[in-house]
């Protein structure tokens, strides 16, 4: 059981925030509402972990203490706080914690968190790396930013979901890194991609050839997490192109900001755009591969 007396609602409940909110109802969290755009999602969520289906996320504010927001992108976070009314989460702010788990622009991270400390609230982003099994066993990686007093009261539950908790500093910074991160990862995704489809189209043995990169300079995590999906073309999404997609344009629009030119970043963003386009942007980022094996390229064939 957890020493925390806060009650936990959650709004949305995809696959990244479905898991978190059964890792804590696990741990003896008190949680107390779901919502999200997809009521088919909201009814399964609260009927397993009985708690209320929220109609609204105001809701979920009126009946919690702090309310963990996972959701796609800038604009729907925005949205959740876009007025002081009946539905925003602006109107029960007074207060109560909101830890913002989402992969945003650090602007929207500042505005959001300037919207909630005007109403008297509380705000800490806890940006996230890992995937949706480690979302399940509470093993993230969370990189947090705000006021040392959002990060000191929200610790407890962090640590239930992560198994490093890293504060970065005050808000907008984390994230920057999360950005960073995911632009590294995306890049090192997309050429490992290229390095098997080379392989391939020159005949050798793409388990012997990852067996060689695993042991030299072409190592990477994401070698372990993709590359045996790449060469089976099994591509069931943990992490989407369309994410991946969002997330270097993000670091892309700082570079910008810094006066900096990424090539290699901006050619991953193009790729992972040409799957968008190509309909596959709900596959997982491994399915960069498409793009890059020649029997694959501009085949109708759905991968797995």
Same mark, same amino acid.
């Given at each position: ?7 936990i609602?959650? %709004?949305g %409940?995809?696959?990244?925030? #479905? ?5 804590l109802?696990?741990? @003896? ?15 399964? %969520? ?7 289906? #929220? ?13 963990i ?12 706080? +876009? ?35 005007? !109403? @008297?609230?509380?705000?800490? /982003? ?5 995937s949706i099994t480690?979302?399940? !066993? ?6 947090c ?5 959002a990060?000191?009261? #929200?610790?407890?539950?962090?640590d239930?979901?992560?198994t490093t908790?890293q504060y970065?500093?005050?808000?907008g910074?984390a994230a920057?890194?999360?950005?960073? %991160?995911?632009?590294v990862?995306? +890049? ?5 991609a /290229?390095?098997?489809g ?6 050798? $043995?793409l388990r ?8 030299? @300079? ?13 060469q089976?073309?099994a591509?069931?999404c943990?992490? +989407? ?7 270097s344009?993000?670091?892309? $629009?700082?570079?910008k !900001?810094?006066g ?11 790729q ?8 596959? @942007? ?5 399915a ?11 085949s109708?064939? #759905?991968?797995?």
């Open positions: 059981m957890t020493e925390s007396t806060d009650r609602g959650f %709004v %409940v995809g696959r990244m925030g #479905a898991n978190m909110a059964r890792c109802h696990d741990r @003896g969290f008190e949680l107390t509402s779901v919502y999200d755009l997809d009521a088919t999602a909201v009814a399964h %969520v609260a009927t397993e972990l009985r708690v209320h289906p #929220a109609r609204t996320p105001a809701e979920v504010a009126d009946r919690s203490s702090v309310i927001t996972v959701v796609s992108d800038d604009t729907a976070m925005r949205s959740l706080f +876009s007025a002081i009314d009946k539905t925003s989460l602006l109107g029960n702010a007074r207060g109560r914690l909101f830890v913002n788990c989402a992969t945003l622009s650090p602007k929207t991270h500042h505005d959001i968190g300037a919207l909630i400390s005007d !109403q @008297g609230g509380l705000c800490l /982003e806890a940006c996230m790396a890992g480690q979302a399940r !066993q509470g093993t993230l990686y969370l990189m930013g705000g006021t040392p007093e990060f000191a009261r #929200a610790k407890v539950i962090l239930a979901l992560g908790v970065v500093g005050q808000t910074e920057k890194v999360k950005a960073l %991160v995911n632009m990862m995306n +890049s090192n995704t997309a050429a490992l /290229e390095g098997l080379l392989g391939a189209a020159l005949g050798l $043995d012997l050839l990852r067996e060689v990169f695993a042991q030299t @300079g072409a190592a990477s995590r994401v070698l372990e997490t993709d590359g045996d999906d790449m089976q073309r591509h069931d943990y992490f +989407s192109a369309a994410h991946a997609a969002k997330d344009a993000i670091a892309l $629009d700082l570079a !900001q810094a900096l030119s990424l090539p290699v970043a901006q050619a991953t963003l193009t992972y755009r040409r799957l968008i386009a190509l309909g596959k @942007g709900e596959l997982d980022k491994s960069v591969a498409e793009l890059t094996f020649l029997d694959r390229a501009g109708s064939e #759905a991968p797995h």
